[in-house]
């Protein structure tokens, strides 16, 4: 009976710190992978700064640059502050394109982790145009991302 | 319907309750009820978008002597940014509070109190197209003053200093906000006499 009480213990002990041990993951730091939009495909670098809480969602400031087959020599780059949402789940953000912030080439990105170390999702143009990509994003896609 | 128009049926439906109970003397005090509505500016907790936004309450309680009195509270208060188009942070808090009012009676037509509330608070909150709301514990400190109008007016001005807050997602977030609105006493005062 004592050999028995033991085990239930330990195998609850076993089930509570499976519960807890989930590491809560911090998207800060720069992640590579590529986007693709119909046929045409680039490469994509995300650097995520500026961590801060907001209620159980996860703010950050972010950073793009793109390459794409259409501007072999140059890139594109998109920003935007405190417009990275995280939720251990999901990764929204948003970043505009081009000099005039906010008003013509904003896209929001939409991703989910997969494992930790990777986000896969989809974007799409949310303003009217993007005058300053150069690189064939173009208005819709998907993406992918590596740490 | 807009904003405006829903303000003035709200504040024409208050007025025509009041009419009737015009013959009677201001003020407010034990075994009286009162109602009313008010608008307050809110700036929401820093660690919460740290922005002023408006919050609306309505209120209805009893005086249990001339210098307490029980109220009930709803209250809700919504704040947003964009800081680009598709990236909206919004915060809304959404109160249901019971308030122990301590009333005094400087002059016939001034009440000013403090009071203390404690209810359930339901914080939700929105960022980028995420997501998420927590309910838990409500409460309030306030203190502030009625002002009926003239000297035989059920209706008074009432201002109010307050600071709701709420506990959501494992912290206590505080919102100081000052607020005035229209109150009406639910009781008839008749004269003592010369």
Same mark, same amino acid.
């Given at each position: 009976m004592k050999i028995l009480t033991r085990i239930l213990v330990v195998a609850l002990l076993a089930a509570c710190w499976a519960c807890t041990?989930?590491?809560?993951?911090?998207?800060?730091?720069?992640?590579?992978?590529?986007?693709?939009?119909?046929?045409i495909a680039g490469s994509l670098q995300v650097t995520f700064a500026g961590k801060r809480a907001f209620? #159980?969602? +996860?703010?950050?400031?972010? +950073?793009?640059?793109?390459?794409?087959?259409?501007?072999?020599?140059?890139?594109?780059?998109? +920003?935007? #502050?405190?417009?990275?949402?995280?939720?251990?789940d999901d990764v929204h953000f948003a970043i505009s394109i081009g000099a005039a912030a906010g008003s013509e080439g904003v896209f929001l990105f939409d991703g989910a982790m997969n494992g930790g170390r990777e986000i896969d999702g989809s974007y799409r143009l949310t303003s009217d145009s993007c005058p300053a990509c150069t690189c064939g994003l173009g208005t819709s896609g998907t993406w992918t991302v590596l740490r | 319907m807009t904003g405006r128009p829903v303000r003035s049926i709200v504040i024409a439906g208050i007025l025509l309750i009041v009419a009737p109970l015009a013959p009677a003397r201001a003020g407010i005090r034990g075994r009286d009820g009162e109602v009313g509505i008010d608008y307050a500016r809110q700036r929401f907790d820093p660690?919460?978008?740290g922005e002023t936004g408006?919050?609306?309450?309505?209120?209805?309680? =009893?005086?249990?002597?001339?210098?307490?009195?029980?109220?009930?509270?709803?209250?809700?208060?919504? /704040?947003? !940014?964009?800081?680009?188009p598709g990236a909206e942070r919004s915060v809304t808090l959404s109160l249901a509070l019971v308030n122990l009012v301590v009333n005094f009676h400087p002059?016939?037509?001034? /009440?000013?109190?403090?009071?203390?509330?404690?209810?359930? $608070?339901?914080?939700?909150?929105? $960022? /980028?197209?995420?997501?998420?709301?927590?309910?838990? !514990?409500?409460? =309030?400190?306030?203190?502030?003053?009625?002002?009926?109008?003239?000297?035989?007016? $059920?209706?008074a001005l009432r201002v109010e200093l307050s600071i709701p807050g709420g506990d $959501?997602?494992?912290?206590?977030?505080?919102?100081?906000?000052?607020?005035?609105g229209l109150t009406l006493r639910i009781g008839h005062h008749h004269h003592l006499g010369p």
């Amino acid at each position: 009976m004592k050999i028995l009480t033991r085990i239930l213990v330990v195998a609850l002990l076993a089930a509570c710190w499976a519960c807890t041990g989930n590491p809560e993951i911090d998207l800060q730091g720069t992640w590579h992978g590529q986007w693709t939009a119909g046929g045409i495909a680039g490469s994509l670098q995300v650097t995520f700064a500026g961590k801060r809480a907001f209620g #159980d969602l +996860t703010l950050y400031d972010v +950073t793009l640059v793109l390459t794409g087959p259409s501007c072999p020599g140059g890139q594109d780059r998109g +920003t935007g #502050d405190r417009t990275v949402a995280f939720n251990q789940d999901d990764v929204h953000f948003a970043i505009s394109i081009g000099a005039a912030a906010g008003s013509e080439g904003v896209f929001l990105f939409d991703g989910a982790m997969n494992g930790g170390r990777e986000i896969d999702g989809s974007y799409r143009l949310t303003s009217d145009s993007c005058p300053a990509c150069t690189c064939g994003l173009g208005t819709s896609g998907t993406w992918t991302v590596l740490r | 319907m807009t904003g405006r128009p829903v303000r003035s049926i709200v504040i024409a439906g208050i007025l025509l309750i009041v009419a009737p109970l015009a013959p009677a003397r201001a003020g407010i005090r034990g075994r009286d009820g009162e109602v009313g509505i008010d608008y307050a500016r809110q700036r929401f907790d820093p660690e919460l978008l740290g922005e002023t936004g408006g919050r609306w309450s309505l209120r209805g309680g =009893q005086h249990v002597t001339g210098l307490l009195q029980w109220e009930g509270q709803i209250t809700r208060g919504r /704040v947003e !940014t964009t800081p680009l188009p598709g990236a909206e942070r919004s915060v809304t808090l959404s109160l249901a509070l019971v308030n122990l009012v301590v009333n005094f009676h400087p002059r016939e037509n001034v /009440v000013p109190y403090v009071l203390l509330g404690v209810g359930i $608070a339901k914080t939700r909150i929105e $960022a /980028v197209g995420l997501s998420s709301s927590d309910t838990e !514990t409500g409460y =309030q400190i306030g203190g502030g003053s009625r002002f009926f109008f003239g000297k035989e007016s $059920a209706v008074a001005l009432r201002v109010e200093l307050s600071i709701p807050g709420g506990d $959501a997602f494992e912290h206590s977030y505080f919102h100081p906000s000052l607020g005035a609105g229209l109150t009406l006493r639910i009781g008839h005062h008749h004269h003592l006499g010369p």
